[in-house]
């Protein structure tokens, strides 16, 4: 159990309206990862977090927002949500050491209307 | 850009038969993870092979990475109702300034049919 928590679970939400989803991890992890996960793309990179403050742009950002202000949690926003955006989306730690084993919370299903 | 295929995409077998799960990159791996995910659940990470050649062992489950470091496989034997779920192959370059950042496959659904 690497300590990782998603809130909330499930969301449903109109077009148009910001959501946030938040990724909370107990062990002092530094870096932490947002992926989104639809029917036959596997996981893709949203954003990423290197340590607080320190962010980078994965290969979906577009339309996506992240913050890390401190080294526990890290938010997901979305800032006008599109119908395109319904999707799983799964919060992970990256363990220490050179092999960039990755753990994933329990995941939350956002669905967009 | 890194492309990592996974075949077959899906499988349905009956329980006791065998089955190999395959994955195929474009680029060399740095390291290579295998996870596992059941429904409603996130990623379970299953083993990280990072020398060409490499065999990895997991009760019924073997794991091998190709020599030139550009491919996986993994074979299950004699297969379970348990073994159900949905199989993740994930590559990463690693390099300088090492992100961590990992490209998955699409994932091989796997069904056990008892």
Redesign the interface.
Known sequence: DAGITQSPRHKVTETGTPVTLRCHQTENHRYMYWYRQDPGHGLRLIHYSYGVKDTDKGEVSDGYSVSRSKTEDFLLTLESATSSQTSVYFCAIRSGGSRNEQFFGPGTRLTVL | TQL?E?SP?FLSIQEGENLTVYCNSSSVF??L?WYRQEP??????LV?V?TGGEVKKLKRLTFQFGDARKDSSLHITAAQPGDTGLY?C?E?T?GSG?????I????TTLQVKP
């Open positions: 990592l996974q995409q740095s390291s993870q409603g659940e996130g990623p379970v990470l990280t990072v993740l994930a990463s690693g090492n992100t961590g950042k990992l998955f496959g699409q994932g």
